[in-house]
């Protein structure tokens, strides 16, 4: 875990430090971005991290996905969720329609069925592995902005097809606001794996993102978003999806004080969901976070 940490908080420095030159440089061509980002990262992400880890911060990655085979069954599966993320952005593309709030949804319940498996048997690779992915979207996100090649035209497009009226600026962070949400809990979370790589003893505040976002928001609206109807929703499949996790053994069964506890929190979070003209994907799950823990 200190190891991914490192890795990730270098990671996270070399993304903002390409997004700092681009900006105040003035880069547009494809050339000078892939330059620039290829210094940059080079002397002051992996330099560095191999100097600390004395290997290849890459390298250490792999041997953690082939070292172990339950970690690369679970990196197949998370490859093919991402698949059908490609392939629902680019049919969106092909048909050229805008995205319903549905299909825009189908990236929250994708979250759902990322992060779960991760948590019950991997805890600590999703923890990497969810950091890593941030910056690639930074990453990914700068390359919309400037259109550069291969990659920019096509990224531009699906923002174009997947945009709502909370994506008004120059920046889609929509997506990048829902993996936080979904992994802050995990990211600030005391000793959130245990001795088995697993996130089972300390699920439920991990869950917050998920159950908030990834469920709860998706089925208030889809039902019906900001009524009565939706917040009903949006409580009733928080409440049957933790049901079914203690059905299937997932999650311990929860004391009669830890239930109210979590029932509160899902009360609330629903409440504020309803309420808030905020960016919900941040601030559901901290607020359901700070009520559970």
């Not at 991760?118 to 910056?135: D, E, H, N, T």
């Not at 979207?137 to 550069?148: P, Y």
């Not at 990224?155 to 936080?180: C, H, M, R, W």
């Not at 203690?246 to 899902?266: D, N, Q, R, S, V």
Request: net charge neutral; charged share 10%; aromatic share 10%.
């Amino acid at each position: 875990m200190q190891i991914s940490t490192l890795i990730i908080q270098m990671g996270l420095l070399g993304c903002g430090l390409i997004g700092i030159s681009v900006y105040y440089v003035g880069i547009r061509s494809a050339k000078a971005f892939y330059l620039t980002a290829v210094l940059l990262l080079t002397f002051t992400v992996f330099v560095p991290l191999h100097i600390l880890l004395d290997e290849s911060p890459i390298w250490w990655i792999f041997n953690q996905i082939l070292g172990n085979m339950s970690t690369l069954k679970l990196v197949i599966y998370w490859s093919f969720c991402a698949g059908i993320a490609v392939l629902a952005v680019s049919n969106q593309i092909f048909y050229a329609r805008k995205a319903s709030t549905g299909m825009r949804k189908v990236f929250h319940i994708l979250s759902l069925v990322v992060f779960i498996p991760g948590l019950l048997y991997k805890c600590s690779f999703l923890y990497l592995a969810s950091g890593v992915v941030v910056g690639i979207f930074l990453a990914l996100e700068i390359v919309r902005i400037l259109n550069i090649p291969p990659l920019g035209h096509h990224l531009q497009d699906g923002f174009a097809v997947f945009s709502d009226e909370k994506d008004t600026g120059n920046l889609a962070l929509t997506p990048i606001y829902l993996l936080v949400g979904c992994s802050l809990p995990l990211w600030i979370h005391p000793s959130p794996c245990d001795v088995t790589d697993s996130a089972m003893f300390t699920l439920p505040p991990l869950l917050s993102g998920l159950l908030s976002i990834g469920l709860g928001d998706t089925a208030a609206s889809i039902v019906l978003k900001k009524t009565i109807e939706g917040t009903v929703a949006c409580i009733l499949s928080q409440i049957g999806l933790v049901y079914l996790l203690i059905y299937f053994g997932c999650l311990a069964p929860l004391t009669m004080e830890y239930g109210i506890k979590l029932f509160t929190a899902i009360i609330i979070g629903s409440y504020v969901e309803a309420k808030t003209t905020q960016v919900d994907n941040l601030v559901l799950p901290l607020v359901m976070y700070i009520i559970i823990i």
